[in-house]
């Protein structure tokens, strides 16, 4: 089973950039496909993006299209985000999900995986 750990939250400002990272551990990080969701107290979890197990397919929510870009590097067992013209409306627990039952198809919903991290925050300031 994989353990994932996020990392590289921290409070940016308003059209600012950050570059989460998500390191896996305890199994093959490249059997498994990777996916991104945020969560404030007041929404339910939301899809930010995801990535086929081999990294070639990705997937973004519309609204992060064009500025948020999810990568992995399957020898260092890390998939990332970096999102770029961070939006007031965009401060959340950032999560990293895997799954290895389909890992070659895109997953969307929170559903689609059975592992997740703890998440690691991300305020933006105005």
Not at 80 to 90: T, V
Request: hydrophobic share 30%; glycine share 12%; charged share 20%.
């Amino acid at each position: 089973q994989v353990q994932l750990v996020e990392s590289g939250g921290g409070l940016v400002q308003t059209g600012g950039s950050l570059r989460l990272s998500c390191a896996a551990s305890g199994d093959t990080f490249s059997s498994y496909k990777l996916g991104w969701f945020r969560q404030t107290p007041e929404k339910a979890r939301e899809f930010v993006a995801a990535a086929t197990s081999s990294g070639i397919s990705t997937y973004y929510a519309d609204s992060v299209k064009g500025r948020f870009t999810i990568s992995r590097d399957n020898t260092k067992n890390t998939g990332n985000l970096q999102m770029n013209s961070l939006k007031p409306e965009e401060p959340a627990g950032y999560y990293c999900d895997a799954d290895s039952l389909y890992p070659s198809l895109l997953g969307k919903n929170h559903w689609d995986y059975d592992h997740w991290g703890l998440g690691t925050q991300v305020p933006v300031s105005s």
